[in-house]
C-alpha cells in the first residue's frame, strides 16, 4: 500500500468509526449545543440587553473549544484503545504499514471530524442570537488559536491511549480530564469568577489560554476577563501545547506501536 493510500484508509476509517458511535456525538456535539442553549438563556437574566449577542458569543466560543477538547482527549483514546482491544495495531504492525502513516490519518480523522463539531457549535449559537465584532485579521488568528486547542487536545489524548488499554477506561478518563480542567480553567465559568490560584492554572493551561484569546479577538477584553495576548503567555502556551503533543506521540509511539 502506497503512502497516501495508508493514510486515507486510516482516516476513512477514524472518521467512519467517530461518526457511528453515539457517545462520541453527543459528547462531542450534542452536549456542548445543549450548554449553549442552556447558558444563552438561563444566565443572560439581569444582563443588559445591548451585552446580551456578545455574552452568548464568548459562550460559543468555549462550547467550541470544549467540542474540540472532548475529541481529542476522549475520542481520540477511544479510538486507540477501540482498535488495540480489537487486535488491529497487531496486525498493522505485523504488515508493510508505516507507523506514522498511520497517526497521519488518524489524526487528520479527528481534526475532520473536530472541525465539523465546531461548525455544528457555532451555528448553534448563532442561532441562539450569538455575536461577533473581530475582523477577518481577528478570525485568522483565532482558527491559530482552535489549532493550539487540537494540539494540546490531542496530545493528551495520545498520552491517555497510550496508557491506557480498554475502550472504557480510556474514554471516560478523557471525559474527566477534559470536564475537569474546563470547569477550574474557565471554560466552564468567566474567569474573574475563579480563585487566584485557578486563575494562574488558567492562564498557563494551553487550552483555557488559546479559548480566552479566541474570546479577547472575537467578542473583548471584559468577556475574556484579561488580555492574554501577550508574548510571554503565547510562547508558553505553544511551548506547552507542542510538548503535550510530543509526549503523546512518543507515548503512542512505544506503548501501541513498538
Avoid at 481520540?76 to 504488515?95: C, T
Avoid at 476577563?225 to 503512542?252: D, K, R
Amino acid at each position: 500500500m502506497n503512502s497516501m493510500g495508508q493514510v486515507s484508509a486510516t482516516f476513512t476509517k477514524t472518521f467512519k468509526e467517530l461518526l457511528r458511535e453515539k457517545s462520541v456525538l453527543f459528547w462531542t456535539i450534542a452536549w456542548p449545543i445543549i450548554w449553549v442553549m442552556i447558558i444563552s438563556f438561563s444566565f443572560t437574566k439581569g444582563v443588559p440587553e445591548s451585552f446580551i449577542p456578545s455574552v452568548r458569543g464568548a459562550i460559543t466560543i468555549s462550547m467550541i473549544t470544549f467540542a474540540i477538547t472532548i475529541a481529542g482527549m476522549a475520542n481520540l483514546p477511544g479510538n486507540i484503545a477501540s482498535d488495540r482491544e480489537r487486535g488491529l495495531l497487531i496486525k498493522l504492525k505485523s504488515m508493510p504499514v508505516s507507523a506514522s502513516k498511520d497517526f497521519i490519518g488518524r489524526i487528520i480523522g479527528l481534526l475532520t471530524f473536530s472541525c465539523i463539531a465546531g461548525f455544528l457549535v457555532l451555528i448553534s449559537g448563532f442561532v441562539c442570537g450569538a455575536r461577533f465584532s473581530g475582523k477577518l485579521v481577528s478570525i485568522i488568528q483565532s482558527l491559530g488559536f482552535l489549532a493550539i486547542v487540537f494540539l494540546a487536545s490531542a496530545g493528551i489524548g495520545l498520552i491517555v491511549g497510550s496508557l491506557i488499554k480498554h475502550v472504557h477506561g480510556a474514554i471516560m478518563s478523557g471525559v474527566a480530564i477534559s470536564v475537569i480542567t474546563s470547569s477550574i480553567s474557565g471554560i466552564f465559568a468567566p474567569y474573574y469568577s475563579l480563585p487566584e490560584v485557578l486563575q494562574t492554572f488558567s492562564r498557563f493551561y494551553p487550552v483555557s489560554s488559546a479559548n480566552s484569546s479566541i474570546i479577547y479577538l472575537l467578542v473583548g477584553e471584559w468577556y475574556a476577563g484579561y488580555n492574554p495576548l501577550n508574548f510571554e503567555q503565547i510562547v508558553i502556551t505553544l511551548i506547552v501545547s507542542a510538548l503535550l503533543f510530543a509526549l503523546g506521540l512518543i507515548l503512542y509511539s512505544k506503548h501501541c506501536w513498538r
